[in-house]
């Protein structure tokens, strides 16, 4: 948490999942994925998000017994040599149980602390949260675009699923905010969303994960994935996020100290 309370820190994304969007199945042996995350963190990642079921649109959920087939070996092979802390995405209880027994010093819900025991889980063991803002459940997160009025429905939602972690045991300090760029958002929502990320905050600190999604080529016609995906975190972290979730973790970070020495 020490990063994001400083602002700007980055998250670097390691997917151990065969059909994640971009970066499906490269990661999935856990000698691969520690040699990633070693890079990440030599580029400049201050935490590392690891991730064992895709979420992406049109995504099959898989067991929790399949998920942490994928995470555990990866968590043993790569929590006790990294020398930054390690995230794991995961909605599902029984999952995070696995992960915080191994190392893991946050979970990285989209889901939002929803599943049963989740709350109470991250609570009892002193981990860090991250509470994403999804609409439905798992299995349909994309199926329906949210209304016009979806700022203050995904405000309101992190202000309550915040409330009911800190009334779980959680203590504020390790709760961040994710406004959920791309679920059940279309392009100009995701736009408008990455613009305020301010705005969902509170008393929190924010995460926007903007990373390679499909609204970029819109808001960024003709770039680079990669490249426009270090702008729009750069977007972010101007308009009030205190992080941003990334696969390049490179390219960004060096963006990021880039417009950090043109603004003094």
């Given amino acids: 948490m020490a990063a994001f ?20 199945g490269l990661w999935a042996r856990p000698e691969d994925a520690a040699g990633r995350a070693f890079r990440m963190e030599d580029e400049g ?9 895709s979420t992406r649109p049109g995504s099959v959920p898989v067991s929790g017994s399949d998920e942490a087939a994928r995470l555990v070996p990866a968590l043993r092979e790569i929590v006790p040599s990294l020398s930054i802390p390690v995230s794991v995405d995961t909605m599902k209880t029984e ?15 989209v889901y939002g602390l929803r599943g049963e025991g989740m709350a ?19 299995g349909n997160f994309h199926s329906e675009i949210m209304g016009q009025n979806f700022m203050e429905e995904i405000r309101s939602f992190l ?9 779980a045991g959680i203590k504020s300090g390790r709760i961040v905010l994710d406004p959920g760029i791309g679920f059940g958002k279309d392009a100009y929502q995701n736009q408008v969303i990455l613009r305020s990320s301010g705005f969902f905050s ?17 808001m960024y016609p003709g770039t680079d994935p990669d490249e426009a995906s270090a702008r729009a975190a750069l977007v972010s972290v101007i308009h009030g996020a205190a992080g941003v979730r990334v696969h390049n973790v490179g390219r960004t970070a060096d963006l990021l100290r880039l417009a950090g020495r043109r603004r003094r």
Avoid at 45 to 53: L, P
Wanted: glycine fraction near 12%.
């Fill in 5 to 24: 309370r400083r602002g700007k820190a980055v998250m670097g994304i390691l997917n151990v999942t065969p059909d994640s969007f971009s970066d499906g």
């Fill in 95 to 109: 999952v995070a149980e696995k992960a915080i027994g191994l190392g893991a010093d946050m979970i990285n819900d």
């Fill in 120 to 138: 109470e889980l991250c609570a009892g063991s002193g981990v860090s949260v991250v509470i994403m803002h999804a609409p439905g459940d798992p």
């Fill in 45 to 53: 990642a201050d935490i590392i998000d690891i991730g064992a079921e």
């Fill in 202 to 218: 509170e008393k929190y600190p924010v995460l926007a994960a903007s990373s390679r999604k499909r609204f970029l080529s819109v």
């Fill in 159 to 167: 202000s309550g699923r915040a409330r009911a972690a800190e009334e």
